[in-house]
């Protein structure tokens, strides 16, 4: 049973077995638990997962993967396979009451990012998370603030989770062979938000602007939405520029900015 990978779904099939095996040692996945795998390919990690004796549900795209895999692993009593698109898919559906998932993946490139935001709208009902990524996000998504790769998404993700890079995966680990370095993190959905935020559009929103042109300072880049003396009123800096700022003095500005409807 073969399959020819396709561009238009990003896909690249991990074949390493080493990798594979460093994933299953790292995760810890345990008899009885609730596993959902985003893009199974095919079964790269669903077979290793199975064979914990995990309940395991798969969510699938590419129509000939899902009848590969119904043909692959058709003896299997602790797997649903789900035809669909993971960006639509109801994650939180699947978990019952008080019952948190595991969710694990190799995630295409091209959604991996639009795809982390439509999982943590279903953040309180998971667990944690284990993503094969392209480094370059993984690095972002860990960042500290002062650094090149800290960014939107640094902030954004860092508001929902903890992130941890756990190991890098070299192209040569997958068929095809894809052009950038991957890596293994660890997303672990915070039990409460580390910030305060009172109103979650506004912080996305500053954050966006904040971020939108990088030399600018933030009292340029956020001009629309506060004053000068609106950012100083609040002990930050107005010429400092966003990448110098943390996770709580986004927090700040998105709750100053929040009680002003008018200029938002």
Not at 40 to 59: I, S, Y
Not at 201 to 214: C, G, K, M, Y
Not at 218 to 247: C, F, H, M, V, Y
Request: glycine share 4%; with cysteine.
């Amino acid at each position: 049973m073969t399959h020819t990978a396709r561009k238009r779904f990003g896909q690249n099939f991990l074949h390493d077995h080493n990798i594979i095996y460093s994933i299953i040692s790292h995760i810890q996945a345990e008899a009885n638990q609730h596993w959902v795998e985003i893009g199974p390919g095919q079964g790269a990690l669903t077979a290793p997962l199975l064979a914990q004796n995990v309940q395991l549900d798969v969510v699938e795209l590419d129509r000939d993967l899902v009848s590969l895999l119904q043909r692959k692993f058709s003896t299997q009593t602790n797997l649903t396979i789900h035809s669909a698109d993971a960006l639509n898919f109801d994650f939180a559906g699947l978990a019952q009451q008080g019952e948190k998932l595991h969710v694990i993946g190799n995630l295409p490139y091209n959604i991996s990012t639009p795809l982390l935001f439509h999982l943590l709208s279903s953040s309180n009902c998971i667990e944690d998370m284990h993503f094969m990524l392209q480094k370059e996000v993984v690095d972002r998504i860990c960042a500290a603030p002062g650094s090149k790769q800290y960014g939107r998404l640094s902030v954004m993700m860092q508001y929902y989770c903890e992130g941890e890079l756990l190991f890098d995966v070299p192209p040569e680990s997958f068929d095809p062979i894809p052009k950038v370095m991957s890596a293994i993190i660890r997303l672990v959905p915070h039990a409460q938000p580390p910030v305060v935020v009172t109103n979650m559009e506004t912080f996305a929103q500053i954050v966006s602007h904040a971020f939108s042109q990088r030399r600018k300072t933030i009292r340029n880049s956020l001009k629309n939405l506060l004053t000068e003396e609106d950012i100083a009123g609040l002990g930050i800096n107005p010429s400092a520029r966003a990448e110098t700022l943390g996770l709580e003095a986004f927090a700040q500005l998105s709750n100053l900015a929040a009680q002003k409807p008018a200029t938002i």
